[in-house]
């Protein structure tokens, strides 16, 4: 199944990208991740997406070790770092959406 994980980071630096990335790729090794760009909703913020194939029962484990706890049911869902434990502090946001 497709799956898309789009989010949001409280910084535009390059190094902090990186780093997200990094662990993205350390998580789940067969995300397929864009480059960066401005986030225009929030200063000081960037977005990117990331896609990758995920069997039915690689979905729970990836989502629960991106987020504590996650709004929505998990083919369709959301959560914000400001009330949640995200896998890393810069983390502002992701949404996680499962294409049959």
């Known amino acids: ?3 898309r994980l789009y989010v949001i980071i409280s ?5 902090d990208y990186k780093t997200i990335k990094d662990l ?14 401005e986030y225009a909703g929030l200063k000081n913020h960037s977005e990117f997406y990331i896609t990758c194939d995920l069997s039915e029962d690689e ?11 996650w709004d929505g049911e998990k083919d369709d ?3 914000y770092g ?9 983390v502002y946001y992701l949404e996680f959406q499962l294409f049959d």
């Open 1 to 3: 199944m497709l799956a």
């Open 82 to 90: 400001f009330n949640t434990k995200m896998f890393h502090k810069l």
């Open 24 to 37: 993205l790729l350390q998580i789940c090794p067969q995300f397929c991740i864009s480059p960066m760009r």
């Open 77 to 79: 869902c959301i959560c």
């Open 59 to 69: 979905v729970q484990p990836l989502l629960d070790q991106l987020n504590n706890d």
């Open 11 to 15: 910084s535009e630096e390059d190094k």
